[in-house]
Structures are given as structure tokens and as C-alpha cells.
């Protein structure tokens, strides 16, 4: 089923119609700057603006960087406008864009498609996907099946928060090298590790297609892999999810 998959970033919002049982792209997808204040009507103007390129008329996924309820309510907003905290963000894009929407935290929506047709293909046992970006999102799997809304960017390591320190903003803000980033991130790693001892590391966001140039300072006993659908893995998430959403109603 035709699905929009829709991935608000902290500096782009970016969206394409997506193949949403094939996990593949339909059409070029469409890049829009985050506005800045990232306000929800001023998002959800892009989000239109995006409906409005590729003629679309059908159901909406919605990656959003922060935590998700049932689809439809936006409880937290690090990296983006506070008008989102508390917020009835599906009634809001219903109704801007005329269009069912479901929405999903980012990191959750990425996790899926790499479950389904990246690099967690078929893994059994304990997986944790990470994205490294503006923020750092968690998505934690258990024989395929997400537990929602991890948060782990947000735990504390040297009294900050681990997204404060290692996110992929912090390594082009403060000009690091991926060495000295990559030490950063690796605390931040083991402490993951510590915390869940999952079979698998899958590594998605900007930093994953820079993989070769840091996994060697990376010392978890976890095997850690790459992201498999790189960029797009938000956009097919966010769309399998509101396919999810869909068929379950009807
Ligand atoms: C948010 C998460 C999000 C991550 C990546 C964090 O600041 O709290 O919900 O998944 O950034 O965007």
C-alpha cells in the first residue's frame, strides 16, 4: 500500500510517497528546512506544503523527535518548538492537511523499516537501534517487536545528557574528530550496553554513513552494524506504521 512517509528532523523535514510493504521509495523524496521556531502550525505548514508537491490524497506516517502516544499525542520536544509538548499533533495535521495521519517517534519509525528490510533483517533476540543526528534516538526490539519510546539519548552519562555530549550537532559544533567523538559516543555505547545487553547495535542517523571512519574506537563486546537503508529509514518507518495503523482500523 501507497503510504506519505513524512521525517521531521531537527533541520529538515523531508517526506516521499513510500511502497510501504516493499520499504522502498516511490519518488525522489522532498527536503524542506526545518522552520526555526519549529513551531507545529509553522511545521505543519511544511508538512502541507510536502502533501501538496506530490498531489497526495491517502494516508500520512509521521516521524516526530520526540515521544509519540497512540499515534496522535507529542509529549516531549528537545530539539524542536515546546508547542508540541502535550499536544493532539494527529488532529492538528488531519486537520491542515485533510489526510489520515499516524505518528511515530523517529528513532522508533527507523528501527522498524531496519527490522523489516535493513539491517536487522529477520535478527531474533534483544536489537537497539540508535540514530545519531541533532538528537540521538533509541528504538529497542525484543524478537522483532518495538518497545516504544526508549528515550535513551537522554540518559545521563558525566551529568549531561548523553545526546548533549555525543550527538552528531555536538561533533560539528565543537569541530571533533571522529576519533574524539567516537570516544564520546562509545560511553554513551557501553552504557547502553550495560543497561540491556542487546545482540545487536544497529547505528542509523547522519553518522552511520561515516561508519569506517570511527567504528574501530568503538569498544562495546556487541557487535554494532551500520544502518542498511541509511537516509530513508525514517521516511519508510513513519509509513509502515501508519500502514500498520490503517489496515488495523478498517
Ligand atoms: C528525542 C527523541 C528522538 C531523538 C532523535 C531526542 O532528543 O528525545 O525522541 O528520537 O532526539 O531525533
Not at 502541507?48 to 496522535?72: D, L
Not at 488531519?94 to 523489516?116: F, H, K, S, Y
Not at 528490510?117 to 524478537?143: C, D, Q
Not at 574524539?180 to 540491556?196: G, P, S
Amino acid at each position: 500500500m501507497q503510504i506519505l512517509g513524512i521525517d521531521i528532523g531537527g533541520t529538515g523535514i523531508k517526506g516521499a510517497p513510500v511502497d510501504s510493504l516493499q520499504g522502498t521509495l516511490l519518488a525522489e523524496r522532498l527536503r524542506i528546512e526545518t522552520p526555526d521556531p519549529s513551531t507545529p502550525e509553522a511545521c505543519a505548514e511544511v508538512i502541507s506544503e510536502i502533501v501538496r508537491a506530490f498531489q497526495w490524497q491517502g494516508p500520512i506516517g509521521v516521524g516526530y523527535p520526540g515521544v509519540v502516544r497512540h499515534g496522535a499525542y507529542t509529549l516531549t520536544a528537545a530539539n524542536v518548538d515546546k508547542g508540541w509538548i502535550g499536544l493532539d499533533a494527529r488532529g492538528l495535521l488531519e486537520q491542515v492537511t485533510e489526510c489520515p495521519v499516524t505518528l511515530i517517534n523517529d528513532a522508533d519509525a527507523a528501527g522498524l523499516a531496519e527490522m523489516r528490510f535493513g539491517a536487522g533483517r529477520e535478527h531474533p533476540g534483544v536489537v537497539m537501534m540508535l540514530t545519531v543526528g541533532t538528537g540521538i534516538g533509541s528504538a529497542l526490539f525484543i524478537n522483532g517487536t518495538l518497545v516504544p519510546n526508549t528515550e535513551l539519548g537522554h540518559l545521563k552519562v558525566r551529568d549531561k545528557d548523553a545526546e548533549k555530549r555525543a550527538s552528531d550537532r555536538v561533533r560539528v559544533e565543537k569541530d571533533l574528530s571522529w576519533k574524539d567523538w567516537a570516544k564520546r559516543f562509545d560511553e554513551f555505547l557501553i552504557y547502553v550496553e550495560t543497561l540491556f545487553y542487546p545482540d545487536l547495535f544497529i547505528l542509523g542517523g547522519g553518522t552511520s554513513k561515516n561508519f569506517d571512519r570511527f567504528s574501530e574506537y568503538l569498544t562495546a563486546r556487541t557487535p554494532i552494524v551500520p544502518a542498511g537503508l541509511l537516509n530513508e529509514a525514517g521516511i519508510v518507518g513513519a509509513a509502515m506504521e501508519a500502514y500498520e495503523h490503517h489496515r488495523t482500523r478498517d
